[in-house]
């Protein structure tokens, strides 16, 4: 067991160090994009720009550049922003964090039930009519662009209707929950039902196959012969056995999320959460900013693997006596 | 049973998996189901209890379990029967129980389904049926899950799950096909064993004739849906009517008679979407008459029922001659 | 089945667009049109009309006039009419959808069947390949390729591509997107290398390249197939995500993306311009994953594949 754990630490750790490189490879080594004009203005002289690149170790060979950047961001913590000089990076981060976290929290409730609920009744009611129209509505869940549905769910709730029955929706920003929780709610709960419908579709989706799938299975038939109810059947076992696939996908998707793959939600909603500082990152080519918010993200990535692998051993016995 | 059908709508046609099976049986009697694959036996059983949820499938006749007819009863009301009154083996035991849950837990969980029991009750009859059925340390391997099992300890928990509730009827649709020799053995000798203890009556489907001879009072053999002859073992093996059960008994490889070719029944199983108007057997079999382009009917005297157009006098010439030629 | 109907009604439609269009909007699309005036029923109207309300200042675009060869979405801010900017713009995002899908199945397809046949080495090479792209959120990584290409271009070596080149936005969606395709085609390889066809294959001396190309493809081809519709979608959707952004496809071409971008300045004045696009959007897609599931169906309707989101 130890070796398993180091191993996949040490996979773990090559995997971050690759995303790593690999970004800062694509923002640092790409032609034509020049940190130092970026940091030091449009207009600016050769001369300035000669003091900036020395002010900010530019002229460094890449792999110095790097591991400068690598230093500043791990250890010595101190990493700032090329736009807006000073600003440290770090704490503009863990600022963001909660954001997202409440964000995705919100989302997670309303996709699982949702989602969840969806899969089970079409999957009951297969053949008949409610199946296909469960589906159609998760199929039309995730074709959905999710930062043009947020743009429309803020036309609706901004637009002619404001003045009247969605006076109370504010328009985008973040309130703590510490302020005030009735305001903390009102600036979430539209953002938290157009992140939550792309994955209400794909886990209803999901969990209607799964089920289906597995009701055709032998052990399912054993079951109906032991007297069992269909409905204890249905939870009991096909559930059950489905959940596998379900918790697998789960993990992953959070994961991301709270890397900061919220990114569109957050900024058509004005939410400043990870995903939003990320793309302000991107937008402004605020290279220290980027590569912080990518690490934030990877070491997510990373983390719900790995949460991923063990929990599937819990989950699936089969699975427990290999490795 | 009585007329059972069974048919199922396809895309290529309606297929008539069972086409009037009727038989009896008695309480503490071991009826074996006999029959190539494809012939029906299992899904006979299956549509008996409800089991076959296929959408295209259409039921009809008259099944009375102790009186009660169950053939058309909801799902609630098969519940109690299911499993309380008739248990169920099933032939791969690789695949017939949940792999999510322990051995143990899935036993209980059909005791607590038709007895008003504990969970602790229930988690310690689970451990004593798993002794019964000659499972090695019941009470820790009771914690252990499905996949932990071999092939043959997995059948002794689905046979000790099946008995749990003491049902009147045990149906095991093939359940040795799936494993070794040895094992196989073991398995009959064991269902045997439980048949005398729990009284329980069994119907046990098979494509083997061994298996008939080893364990089963009564034989209805079945050929494309259709039974073809039913009677008590012992007349059924040594003096059958039909042609396929002689077909079926000739198959079987025997140690001690020296045979140079192992033998085999002419042709191939008939197509469920082509059988015959008449006798479904006339395409394949040796001593067809013209009659035969007409269903023979299911009768006979003194329990030994056929279904063949042959007369006695044909068959003992039949047997005369076979017995010159040197085959039995 | 209504799905395909669906889904061809809307790609004739767009694809002849350069040949009604000119019925439709007697204007260039991709012109601006600030003073322009159309003429609806006996009056002339201007394309651009003063704001009467609020503080009287500025412009404002014309609104639907749902006439049909006149502006029948509005304009945008540019005075460009809408609908004919839908129309062609849809060229560009169905090319870009259908291209990008197409070089993503394929490149997957390769990589899953070398790594999946050969195992070892090469299987280790690419699978680190394809965990390194799948470990950046598929978001982050178009977003990052995107905005460093697309604005100023690809320059390596031999490869020149323009900035405002569709084939950037092209290729970087295809890529983003091959491990979704190749891990499961190289699992599905890796099962079937232990089918005994396969052995048999190869103890008869066929060579690897025949066994790839005349055992291995014909059967990976299926799950191949019944991925594409849904590659398709999922491409729109990641192309029109970038482009709302400003990062996809670049002025003067315009995409369904590039319109709602457009729209989005609009949205509370002339929220037709972002709703329409958005629209069209997801009608497509709903009919490319209705035939992507029919197409996995009817291939195997018991199917195990993990195809469909």
Redesign the interface.
């Known amino acids: 067991m130890p070796r398993f754990i180091a191993k996949r630490l040490a996979s773990a750790i090559l995997v971050m160090f690759t995303i790593s490189v690999l970004v800062f490879l694509i923002f640092f080594a790409t032609p034509g994009v020049n940190p130092a004009s970026r940091i030091a203005g449009r207009s600016a002289t050769p001369a300035v720009l000669r003091q900036v690149s020395k002010e900010f170790g530019l002229n460094r060979p890449l792999p110095i550049r790097y591991a400068l950047m690598m230093y500043h961001l791990f250890i010595k913590q101190d990493l700032t922003s090329y736009v807006n000089i000073g600003d440290k990076i770090i704490p503009q981060i863990t600022a963001a964090a909660p954001i997202t976290l409440s964000l995705i929290s919100g989302a997670v409730v309303i996709w699982l039930l949702v989602g969840t609920s969806a899969g089970i009744i079409a999957a009951k009611n297969k053949g008949k009519f409610i199946d296909p129209l469960v589906m159609f509505f998760g199929i039309a869940a995730i074709s959905i662009p999710v930062y043009w549905l947020g743009e429309m769910v803020s036309l609706i709730t901004q637009g002619g209707l404001h003045s009247s029955i969605f006076a109370w929706v504010p328009n985008g920003g973040y309130v703590s929950i510490t302020q005030s929780p009735v305001e903390w709610f009102t600036h979430l709960i539209f953002p938290w039902f157009t992140l939550a419908s792309l994955y209400a579709g794909i886990y209803a989706r999901v969990l209607r196959g799964e089920l289906i799938n597995n009701m055709n299975e032998d052990y399912i038939r054993t079951a109906r012969a032991k007297g069992l109810s269909e409905r204890r059947i249905l939870y009991r076992h096909a559930l059950r056995c489905s959940m596998i696939t379900i918790v697998s996908l789960f993990g992953l998707d959070v994961g991301v999320l709270v890397g900061g793959a919220a990114l569109l939600t957050e900024v058509v909603f004005g939410l400043p959460g990870v995903g939003w500082l990320t793309y302000q990152g991107l937008t402004n080519l605020d290279l220290p900013l980027i590569m912080g918010c990518v690490m934030y993200g990877a070491f997510f990535v990373v983390l719900a693997s790995a949460a991923v692998d063990v929990l599937y051993a819990y989950i699936d016995p089969r699975i427990r006596v290999v490795n | 049973m009585r007329d059972l059908s069974v048919s199922f709508a396809t895309r290529r046609g309606v297929v008539q998996a069972v086409d009037g099976l009727s038989f009896d049986v008695q309480p503490k009697e071991v009826l074996g189901i006999v029959g190539e694959s494809g012939s029906g036996k299992s899904v006979a059983m299956y549509s008996m209890?409800g089991?076959v949820r296929d959408?295209n499938v259409r039921v009809s006749g008259s099944v009375l379990f102790e009186g009660r007819e169950i053939l058309g009863l909801t799902?609630?009301e098969?519940?109690?029967?299911?499993?309380?009154q008739v248990?169920?083996i099933?032939q791969?035991p690789m695949?017939?129980?949940?792999?999510?849950?322990t051995v143990g837990w899935q036993i209980a969980?059909?005791l607590r389904?038709?007895n008003e029991m504990t969970k602790k009750q229930a988690n310690e009859r689970a451990t004593e049926l798993l002794a019964e059925v000659g499972i090695p340390d019941p009470k820790s391997r009771a914690n252990h899950?499905p996949?932990?099992f071999s092939g043959g300890m997995r059948q002794r928990v689905?046979i000790a799950?099946?008995l749990s509730c003491n049902p009147k009827l045990l149906i095991a649709d093939e359940p040795t096909t799936a494993l070794d020799v040895t094992t196989q053995a073991q398995i009959l000798d064991l269902m045997g064993r439980l048949q005398a203890t729990y009284g329980s009556s069994i119907v046990i489907i098979t494509h083997d004739m061994g298996v008939i001879a080893e364990i089963a009072h009564r034989v209805v053999v079945m050929y494309a849906g259709r039974p073809a002859e039913i009677g008590p073992e012992l007349d059924v093996v040594r003096a059958a009517r039909h042609p396929y059960t002689w077909g079926l008994l000739g198959a079987v490889p025997r140690a001690d008679v020296k045979t140079r070719r192992l033998v085999t029944i002419p042709g191939n199983a008939v197509s469920p979407l082509a059988v015959p108007a008449g006798c479904a057997f006339a395409p394949r079999c040796e001593y067809r008459m013209d009659i035969c382009e007409q269903r023979p009917p299911l009768r006979g005297a003194n329990d030994h029922l056929d279904a063949c157009w042959l007369s006695d006098e044909q068959r003992l010439e039949i047997r005369s001659t076979a017995t010159v030629r040197g085959e039995s | 089945m209504t799905s395909l109907g669906v889904l061809v009604f809307m790609v004739v439609v767009v694809l002849l667009a350069p040949v009604y269009a000119h019925d439709i909007a007697h204007d260039n699309p991709f012109a601006s049109n600030l003073q322009g005036r159309i003429k609806i029923g006996n009056h002339y109207r201007s394309v651009m009309q003063s704001n009467t309300q609020g503080l009287g200042l500025g412009v404002t675009p014309i609104g639907p006039t749902w006439h049909f060869s006149k502006y029948f979405l509005g304009a945008d801010e540019l005075g460009r009419d809408v609908f004919a900017r839908i129309l062609y713009g849809g060229r560009v995002t169905l090319l870009i959808g259908f291209s990008s899908g197409l070089i993503c199945i394929s490149v997957a397809t390769v990589l899953g069947m070398l790594a999946g046949y050969f195992g070892r080495a090469t299987d280790w090479i690419i699978s680190r390949l394809l965990d390194i792209v799948w470990a950046f959120p598929i978001y982050l990584l178009a977003i990052s390729l995107s905005v460093i290409l697309v604005t100023s271009g690809l320059d390596l070596g031999i490869i020149h591509i323009g900035a405002g080149s569709l084939l950037l936005p092209i290729l970087i969606i295809a890529s983003v997107y091959v491990p979704y395709v190749a891990r499961p085609v190289r699992g599905i390889v890796f099962s079937l290398k232990e089918r005994e066809f396969i052995q048999a294959a190869i103890a008869s001396g066929a060579s690897d390249w025949h066994i790839l190309r005349k055992e291995i493809l014909p059967n990976v081809a299926p799950s191949v197939i019944v991925f594409f519709p849904l590659m398709v979608a999922l491409n729109i959707l990641t192309e029109s995500a970038l482009s709302i952004l400003g990062i996809g496809v670049q002025p003067p071409q315009a995409s369904w993306g590039t319109i709602i971008n457009d729209g989005l300045q609009l949205l509370y004045t002339r929220p037709w311009v972002a709703i329409a696009p958005g629209i069209c959007i997801v009608i497509v897609c709903v009919a490319l994953n209705i035939l992507g599931d029919g197409v996995r169906d009817a291939f195997d309707p018991r199917a195990k594949l993990r195809g469909s989101i």
């Open positions: 209890l089991l959408a799902d609630t098969m519940q109690s029967v299911r499993g309380g248990g169920m099933f791969d695949t017939a129980l949940t792999p999510v849950y969980e059909q389904a038709h899950y996949h932990e689905v799950m099946a």
